[in-house]
């Protein structure tokens, strides 16, 4: 069943239609999700709960979505970019308590932590970008979507997409080739 079709289902209240919407999309929409949590404490815990609001917000904006500006999936992940970028907003670093307990750290773990320490840097920097930049960003390196799609989900021109992407890549480099 073609999703124009169970959406018009869903928004007349069938719940066997939105479940199956839901199961088309859920495992992509983690994924998604998931991509971005990789940095956080419990990052599979943090992907579910971010699925789980996505889809909620989904369900809740359905009747918002016009088939003629863009296709289903482009829309869902328009929705899910903002819901992550939102979400991002709220999150505040964790504080760590270091006590006098001297610890043993294999030089693989010391490479794992500065990495992760500079994957932190980098997704505070992204975070403080305008949210449209922060859009195209979290779209093309973590939802995998094209430019084209890209554009076509925030309506902005395929150049322009490419020439912003790309210039803050060129800053977060210049930025981070220090650390």
Avoid at 48 to 59: A, C, M, N, R
Avoid at 64 to 81: D, I, M
Wanted: proline letters at 2%; aromatic letters at 12%.
């Amino acid at each position: 069943m073609k999703d124009e079709k169970l959406i018009r289902r869903t928004l007349r209240g069938d719940r066997a239609a939105a479940d199956e919407l839901i199961s088309r999309y859920y495992d992509e929409i983690y994924r998604f999700a998931y991509r971005q949590s990789m940095f956080s404490n419990d990052p599979k815990s943090v992907a579910q709960d971010l699925t789980q609001e996505i889809f909620i917000s989904v369900l809740g904006s359905l009747y918002t979505y016009n088939s003629k500006k863009a296709g289903f999936r482009t829309w869902l992940y328009h929705v899910a970019g903002s819901r992550i970028i939102d979400s991002r907003r709220k999150i505040r670093p964790d504080e760590v308590q270091i006590d006098d307990t001297q610890i043993y750290v294999e030089s693989d773990f010391t490479i794992d932590i500065q990495n992760k320490e500079l994957l932190e840097k980098i997704e505070k920097y992204i975070k403080s970008q305008p949210s449209n930049l922060q859009r195209i960003l979290r779209l093309h390196l973590y939802g995998d979507m094209t430019f084209t799609e890209i554009s076509k989900l925030t309506g902005t021109p395929e150049s322009t997409v490419k020439t912003r992407f790309y210039r803050c890549i060129k800053k977060i480099r210049e930025e981070f080739e220090r650390v």
